[in-house]
């Protein structure tokens, strides 16, 4: 798992490393990346012929049906026959659909490390979270960059242990939870240049880090912490000067250009 996550960071930092700050650059270019490189493999995946073919089938059933609706046993027939040419159609491009999974399922995690947080600036205050069991006390220690201002305060609801913290100073700074095991370290970086990859959380499991928070480590398995967080914001991207989410962004962007260079490569869709 750890080898998986680090390729999937490695990549994560290919795909922004040419754009330096500009995180709006950064996503348009991982979009259009991500774009091409999903429409080759849709390609490679599907049997182009026959999915053509089939698509072709699918589109005269559909003109048909909008032809023919006189009679009932007529219009029963012909959307008998668009349910069975949607279904080899769809049959055709499950391969390709199923094989996509993988890559976003490494990449949107990677994304949303790098595009989706920011680091904090200087003065700004976050809380940090600690779940563990009710009767377990802790404290939180953090480096000269960052001050522990207030708590804990204990979330019931949640089963967390809440700080609220402030930046002091630029750097990559730490935060250190002692809960009675072993000591365990977070990350809190301000006022940061580039785009890195920042964690928010450490999980339980690997799997759920490399899925949820890969720039992070998970817990050791013997912690009775289960999760370790800080509050970092949200990093504010605009397109013509309005607020966009970036997986909204990046899913248009990305269906934009396979759609677009889709009959440059002759790829059948």
Same mark, same amino acid.
């Given at each position: 798992?750890?080898? *998986? ?12 490393? &040419? ?55 007529? *219009? ?22 199923? /094989? ?8 949107? $995690? ?18 940090? /979270?600690?779940?563990? $069991? ?32 402030? /930046? ?20 809190? &970086? ?15 499991? /690997? ?26 914001? $949200? ?33 059948? *869709?």
């Amino acid at each position: 798992m750890t080898r *998986i996550g680090q390729a999937a960071s490695r990549l994560g930092d290919l795909l922004v490393a &040419p754009f330096g700050d500009h995180a709006g650059w950064a996503l348009a270019g991982a979009s259009v990346g991500f774009g091409l490189a999903a429409l080759l493999l849709f390609k490679v995946a599907t049997p182009q012929r026959r999915l053509a073919r089939e698509r072709g089938q699918l589109v005269g059933r559909l003109y048909e049906a909008a032809l023919y609706q006189t009679s009932l046993p007529v *219009i029963l027939r012909v959307q008998r026959g668009v349910l069975v040419a949607n279904l080899r159609y769809l049959a055709c491009a499950l391969p390709a659909v199923a /094989a996509l999974v993988v890559p976003l399922v490494l990449v949107l $995690p990677q994304l949303e490390a790098r595009l989706g947080r920011r680091p904090l600036a200087v003065g700004e205050a976050a809380l940090v /979270a600690a779940a563990l $069991p009710g009767e377990v006390r802790a404290t939180l220690t953090a480096d000269r960059g960052v001050a522990v201002e207030a708590g804990p305060v204990r979330d019931a609801a949640r089963g967390e242990l809440v700080w609220r913290v402030r /930046a002091t100073a630029p750097g990559a700074h730490h935060l250190r939870l002692d809960a009675g095991g072993p000591a365990l370290d977070l990350a809190v &970086p301000v006022a940061v240049a580039g785009l890195p990859a920042l964690t928010s959380a450490r999980q339980r499991t /690997a799997l759920e880090q490399l899925l949820r928070d890969p720039a992070g480590t998970a817990l050791p398995a013997t912690s009775r912490v289960t999760r370790f967080a800080v509050a970092l914001p $949200p990093r504010d991207l605009r397109f013509a000067g309005v607020a966009v989410p970036w997986l909204v962004a990046f899913t248009v962007l990305s269906l934009a250009a396979g759609l677009l260079l889709r009959r440059s490569l002759r790829v059948e *869709i």
